[in-house]
Nanobody
Framework: QVQLVESGGGLVQPGGSLRLSCAAS????????MGWYRQAPGKERELVAR?????IPNYGDSVKGRFTISRDKNTVFLQMNGLKPEDTAVYYC?????????????WGQGTQVTVSS
């Protein structure tokens, strides 16, 4: 089992910045991928960014060039710059471990990000 605890959400004006953190605990040795997803009201959850442990990150098209994902040991960060109102959503941290072709997903509790003037 993996436990994820997020922090760093809040209210920010358009063009501003926020940094989200997600600390993993438990069976962290089993994690293959960590990342961030978001879900806005009335919309499906979508990928924001993810990083393969020991590999390169990848980003959703809507955040490329503005958001940066990074990792330090068992914590993953999401630096969000140039925030737009359409970035408003609940952001969820995700950890995934693979067992052959199958995988398990673990989720944090979510942190609200609101971009508004």
């Amino acid at each position: 089992q993996v436990q994820l605890v997020e922090s760093g959400g809040g209210l920010v004006q358009p063009g501003g910045s926020l940094r989200l953190s997600c600390a993993a605990s438990g069976s962290i040795f089993s994690i293959n991928v960590m990342g961030w997803y978001r879900q806005a009201p009335g919309k499906e959850r979508e990928l924001v960014a993810r990083i393969i442990i020991g590999g390169i990150p990848n980003y959703g098209d809507s955040v490329k060039g503005r958001f940066t994902i990074s990792r330090d040991k068992n914590t993953v960060f999401l630096q969000m710059n140039g925030l737009k109102p359409e970035d408003t959503a609940v952001y969820y941290c995700n950890a995934r471990n693979y067992r052959g072709p199958r995988y398990n997903d673990y989720w944090g509790q979510g942190t609200q990000v609101t971009v508004s003037s």
